[in-house]
């Protein structure tokens, strides 16, 4: 009888202009964001100097934080609505407590960032305990919560 092996090669790494001929879905966002670049190129002198890229990419990375945290929640086919309203009023509490009330930002960044997940879990428990929708759940606490950093502001 023959020895048949039963190892697999790894995928082959695929470089981003073979990703984009075999996979379409990326092609409307490359597209979008070029447009955009062409854009505001031509409307101000500054746009694509190092400094302006900088600022731009700093300034990205709180979105491109939330987005990674929300990917997990898309990926079991529910929603949140309150990403945004959270992180409105857990960033109110953190300015809050370090402006007006003395606190070090060792200590008031963690409280905030206990404060969201805090939030988020009594969400969550909403939506597996007692069964309401997720969409429902997060459009209220969404609306409740920019009420909150209303009156927080």
Do not use: C, Y
Request: proline share 5%; glycine share 8%.
């Amino acid at each position: 009888m023959a020895h048949v092996s039963t190892t697999t090669l790894p995928p082959k790494r695929r470089s981003f202009n073979e990703l984009l001929s075999t996979d379409l879905r990326a092609l409307p966002i490359v597209i979008g964001l070029v447009a955009l670049w062409i854009f505001f190129a031509s409307q101000s002198d500054v746009f694509l100097t190092p400094r302006n890229l900088s600022n731009l990419l700093v300034q990205s990375t709180v979105v491109g934080i939330m987005a990674l945290g929300l990917m997990f929640v898309l990926l079991v086919k529910e929603i949140d609505l309150s990403v945004a309203a959270i992180n409105g009023v857990t960033s109110v509490l953190m300015a809050k407590l370090i402006v007006e009330f003395g606190f070090s930002p060792w200590i008031s960044v963690p409280i905030a960032i206990l404060l969201g997940a805090g939030i988020g879990s009594l969400s969550a428990r909403w939506v597996t305990f007692v069964g309401v929708p997720s969409f429902v759940v997060t459009l209220g606490l969404g609306l409740a919560l920019n009420g909150l950093q209303l009156i927080l502001l």
